[in-house]
DNA sequence: CATGAATGAGTGTTCATTCAT
DNA sequence: TATGAATGAACACTCATTCAT
């Protein structure tokens, strides 16, 4: 039981080692060996972890993911609608430097993903989680009269994701122009265009 | 009498092909190698018409970029603010395979710039482009009367940019999800935010 | 445990590889495949023991320097002024198979620090120590007085240099013509010149 | 016959070319595109003029012993003996920038004689004929009284070339400790050990 | 004669992967 | 379980050479 544990960790430590190189040096640098070195252990033992290279990369996409996903799972407790909604999308925008991060890999791993068909796969299926979260929130805010009636939930939802694609792609490329309130005025003229009636 | 080439011919041929074998195989296996085959050329060739990879890439982004807009200065001729703004979005959106392909690139350049200072570099230089076009034809717009008093023009213009990136994205990533009539709800969507009465 | 090798056995094997090679096919044809076909081994193994080509080259330069300084120093223990410069000198020439390879070495290795800033570098490094050794031996032997008593050492230490040096290129490039004999009286004669009266 | 005039005058050109490119970057980086662009030509034409790029390093160290000898040849005119040899050798060794460059492209041409057949048996020939011409002065000097009575011409011969070929390569890799003034100092020491007796 | 485009082999180097220890 | 040495293919790039024009 230890033992597994240990294993997930060291698996983790792995995964947070492809992180900070991804981010350093860009995800082509982000070689086996740089990723070793990185986790202070040898190029071989990556192979006990991870069937190969594109098994580290999607594994590090995933828990990427899975940490946004819980940190949005804590930031909606005991809320609902458009609150909860308002604090997922926050979660969601790079507004400091572990979500810069955290952004940085998510588009690292675009370019990758269009050349992968396993790691586009994977990408879909890491996309439905958040669509579903968001179309959830929105639904229940309309639910509560929190938007204006005749809003469709499917282009709202798709207005969100690409706020979050847009604004992690700009905030990446060109950090100076992409402040943290100039996301929060986007984000805000957004939910304002649903009609948003904080309840 | 030395053979006669079409030297910029030869140079677009290549970065045509280029461009294809971006979008099949991905950036990452874009080799010489391979962009030679497509090119139906050897591989020795390529260091005639550019000076190493890295300036076939950055040429073929610099095209792509020449490309859209040629066909944005096209579109507006005869038209100035809210329109030719219009038409300029429509122009800068994946509305069909030929700019699929374009957001295809351009999404696959922006995780190698991640890791590339000078691709990075010359990825900014082609945004003020895109940025400063967008602001002149706002400017217009608000000059002729056609937005609501109290427009931010920085703002929208980066609401703008945030659109066309991550549809960009969202269209590349997810094709099946981003239809052009999604694509086109959302402009027009942004655009009446914008306070926007046509003139 | 991992597989244990001794890394400066491997570093002076494939050292070796590479006198053997310079010697058999010449510098030019000193490649990294060449050597570690040499070597029995694969090209990539070199990578894991020397930095880069330059890395290996001047290793090989400096390998072999080192062996003539140990033969060096070996002959003349024990020895003191005249004594131990003829020996030092005659551990310089090429007199045997050995001293062949190394001349030959060296010789190859002119020509391509000609062009190449680093490599000019070390060789005037490891010439300093060959210089002050054998200026170190004239001194002794002038304060034995075993030197006629007007001798300019530096003008000696250069003209023992330029002996080894012409013997050297002589041997390597007209082999039949420069004898071990031929090459002794060269030297005694030159030690006569000093005024030299052995002890 | 003015055609040949002209595909001479091409020739010395081309290898004028070739002993810059040799001077200034090193024999390795001496590649045909970089000869033909010093001679301000195309790649192409070197084929006319040479076989292949052997017939070039090949020719260029002709060219350049042809005129070495030319300038030996007029040196000497109306000397005889000890005096011609003299001159001679002063023409040999690297007294001024001319000498100097032809010295750094005689130890370049070493290293690659090592490895290639033609060019060692190209230098062999060209030996011969300084090594023919030493002689036939000492042995003039010898019979004009100016030698001391026991000297073994062979000795001295391979003495006064292993005195040039050492002294052009500390030159070429030392600068700054071979002057001029050091070298004719060499010389007549040599000289004097012959017993000489200027005439 | 002369050009320079084109070729394809060869270069140094990097890398994911394997495996004896 | 963990190591790191070893492999061999792939990479970008260079080069001598050829040849249609």
Redesign the interface.
């Given at each position: 039981m230890p033992k597994i544990v240990d294993w997930d960790a060291r698996r983790d430590e792995i995964l947070s080692a492809t992180w900070r190189v991804i981010a350093r040096?860009?995800?082509?640098?982000a070689t086996i060996r740089a990723i070793a070195r990185e986790a202070h252990c040898s190029p071989g033992i990556l192979a006990h972890y991870f069937d190969d290279k594109a098994d580290i990369l999607g594994s590090a996409l995933v828990m990427s993911h899975r940490r946004v996903a819980a940190r949005m799972d804590a930031a909606t407790a005991g809320r609902e609608g458009l609150a909860a909604l308002r604090v997922v999308m926050l979660e969601a925008l790079p507004l400091d430097e572990r979500r810069d991060l955290e952004a940085?890999i998510e588009?690292?791993?675009?370019?990758?993903?269009?050349?992968?068909a396993e790691l586009?796969d994977l990408?879909?299926t890491e996309?439905e989680h958040l669509w579903a979260r968001l179309r959830r929130h929105l639904a229940e805010a309309r639910d509560r009269g929190e938007l204006a009636g005749a809003v469709d939930l499917d282009?709202a939802t798709?207005?969100l994701?690409?706020?979050?694609?847009?604004?992690s792609?700009?905030r990446?490329?060109?950090p100076d122009?992409?402040t943290p309130g100039?996301q929060v005025?986007?984000l805000d003229?957004l939910l304002a265009?649903f009609g948003a009636r904080p309840g």
């Open positions: 040096d860009g995800i082509a640098r940085q588009i690292s791993f675009w370019g990758r993903a269009l050349g992968t586009r990408q879909h996309f282009l798709h207005q994701v690409v706020l979050i694609d847009g604004l792609a700009e990446v490329l060109y122009r992409v100039r005025d986007m003229k265009s």
